[in-house]
């Protein structure tokens, strides 16, 4: 079979033509639906920012919460609740919402402000320059150097800025491993100045994190929770919800689904058409490699060698040209939302799979029909 | 008397149905024999090309049968004929059929290769062949590249790589000018052919009649007559 395997291959490569013709076709759809997939993915992932960076195990919230950004203000009480549940190692309140900077050279900039848990800290972003404890500094914050950091005015420690007519003074810079959805820059503060600044209704608490004493009271929390009135997510359920409310309750979803099945259709159109007129030209070839004596089942594997091979070759070209042009994206705009994941790698391949899948159907439905009687007739 | 190497008998063979119905071959009876070449010969259309594809299990008869060594060969499955084919008959087709992005030697290599042989074992033990037919030093080369001459000796070469008992030649000299047609089919008969071996040839080209052992002439799908005997003359 190795033998038969190489006839194929090189009956494959060594028509350039055709196989550049092949390949071009699986790498420019290969390339579109990870292109498209990785930006659906990119926004995704920057939806959950806050959550991914304040990284607690679980998030307790008003039920109609949807997303990390629409956070319903809960009482007090909640947190005392949570406190005291079974299974409860500790929780912390956690205040998440925007305010309107006035800065210095008098113009407004929205910026996210993320309050924490004063007594705690729980959340605190890894520090690029200052020391975390001046976050209790009189109107202390510290900046996120992200890639809306700049919205600021570039401010360095020291600098100044209002609102809603207190001062603030920057105290620190922070990085964090996503930066926001929104494109405005982030603010961290701890809980009791954020409430005192920021003009609120009358319920505060954005969010209760908790930590559990062990991953298996986890259910038992949410139990508890849910009696109270409230909902409580794990980390990673809590970016499902987010992720599920961009995919199927806004526009983002239906409109990136559009485009990468028409990427697959125009990969599947270019490729199939492409492998079955090769098939087509070495019709004669294949009918003499029956007359001679080849089996059915070895033209078949001749054929779904080709195939695969030219898909995985164009999958690989096409994986390597969409993480060059998001890498060299990324080098010039810091807030490019594209990433790449085994998720959408393993879409493009199943996609992929699926065309080869196709193509190679096509061109063994061919080849077994062919007469070789039809060879001798010339 | 030598064995016998193919024998058919009673292959009737017909295309198309009812009013399209048409009638290649009637109740054909033939013997070819190890040690000889055989010529079918006749008109366009006369069926001489059906009854080659029939004798080489290639086309299923209507009705007969072709015992081949002794094997029925119409009685095999699709996959153990396609295995006696690959063991037992090597086939020069008219228009050649070789494959244009695979050199000389590779194109040689496909019966040893079928034969699951490893594939550079299978290439240099072609060059062995393409020696045989006078072509070693075209081993590397693209069959694109060589005279319609040469490209028929690559055939035959890949017809006997496969060490085949039986040669079934296509109109060998359909695509030459006279003078190679003759060398060619001289050749075949001084070098290829030997008392271990049948060459079945179907031709209308009477310049190469002289290196026939027999020649049976066809019309109409029938088998109507010997025109020469060789080891009668």
């Known amino acids: 079979m190795k033998g038969i395997l190489k006839l194929a291959y090189k009956l494959l490569v060594n028509d350039k033509a055709k196989f550049s013709a092949l390949l071009v076709g699986i790498t420019f759809a290969v390339f579109l639906m990870m292109f498209i997939t990785s930006m659906f993915i990119g926004v995704l992932n920057h939806s959950s920012a806050t959550v991914i960076n304040i990284g607690a195990s679980m998030w307790v919230m008003d039920p109609a919460v949807q997303t990390p950004a629409n956070s319903i203000g809960m009482p007090d009480y909640v947190l005392d609740a949570v406190r005291s549940m079974q299974g409860v190692k500790y929780a912390v309140p956690l205040y998440s919402g925007t305010a309107l900077l006035k800065l210095p050279d008098g113009t407004y900039q929205a910026a996210a402000v993320i309050g924490l848990d004063d007594t705690s800290l729980f959340g605190r972003p890894a520090l690029l320059e200052g020391k975390i404890e001046n976050i209790y500094a009189e109107n202390g914050f510290i900046a996120v150097h992200d890639a809306d950091f700049a919205k600021l005015g570039n401010p360095h420690i020291g600098s100044e800025f209002e609102l809603n007519d207190h001062r603030g003074v920057i105290v620190g810079m922070a990085k964090v491993s996503t930066s926001s959805l929104f494109g405005i820059p982030t603010l961290y503060t701890t809980y009791e100045r954020a409430i005192q600044y920021i003009p609120n209704p009358r319920y505060t608490i954005s969010y209760v994190l908790v930590e559990p004493k062990s991953a298996s009271d986890i259910p038992e929390i949410k139990r508890q929770v849910q009696a109270l009135g409230y909902l409580a997510l794990t980390k990673d359920e809590f970016i499902q919800k987010t992720s599920d409310f961009y995919v199927y309750q806004t526009a983002f979803g239906i409109n990136l689904s559009i485009m990468t099945l028409i990427s697959f259709i125009v990969g599947l159109s270019v490729s199939g058409q492409t492998f079955y007129t090769f098939i087509l030209e070495n019709l004669e070839r294949f009918g003499a490699l029956k007359a001679i004596g080849t089996k059915s089942r070895a033209l078949i594997a001749m054929i779904l060698f080709q195939a695969t091979f030219t898909a995985l070759a164009g999958y690989g070209l096409g994986v390597g040209l969409c993480a060059l042009l998001i890498g060299i994206a990324k080098l010039r705009l810091p807030a490019y939302f594209a990433m790449l994941t085994y998720a959408n790698l393993g879409l493009a391949f199943g996609m992929v799979v699926i065309i080869a899948a196709i193509s190679s159907y096509f061109g063994i439905r061919k080849v077994l029909q062919i007469d070789p009687f039809e060879i001798f007739r010339g | ?233």
């Open chain 2, 1 to 233: 008397m030598p064995d016998t190497a193919i024998k058919a008998s009673g292959l009737v063979k017909w295309f198309g149905e009812a009013e399209a119905k048409t009638t290649a071959l009637t109740e054909v009876n033939l013997e070819a024999y190890f040690g000889e070449m055989v010529y079918i010969v006749g008109p366009s259309g006369s069926g001489k090309t059906t009854l080659l594809s029939v004798l080489s299990g290639i086309l299923r008869p209507n009705s007969g049968s072709v015992l081949v060594e002794g094997t029925d060969i119409w009685a095999l499955d699709a996959d153990r004929l396609a295995e006696f084919r690959l063991n037992k008959i090597g086939f020069v087709f008219q228009d050649y059929h070789l494959f244009p992005r695979l050199t000389t030697a590779e194109n040689v290599a496909i019966p040893l290769i079928l034969k699951r042989k490893d594939w550079d074992e299978s290439v240099s033990e072609a060059v062995k062949y393409l020696e045989i037919v006078g072509l070693k030093g075209r081993a590397q080369l693209p069959p694109v590249k060589l005279s319609g001459g040469e490209q028929q000796r690559v055939a035959i070469a890949r017809a006997i790589a496969g060490k085949p008992d039986i040669l079934i030649m296509d109109e060998p000299t359909a695509s030459l000018d006279g003078d190679t047609g003759r060398a060619v089919v001289s050749f075949v008969h001084g070098n290829i052919l030997n008392a271990k071996r049948c060459i079945v040839i179907v031709t209308h080209d009477n310049r190469i009649y002289e290196f026939a052992d027999r020649i049976l002439k066809m019309e109409n799908g029938r088998l109507t007559g010997i025109e020469k005997a060789r080891h009668e003359e």
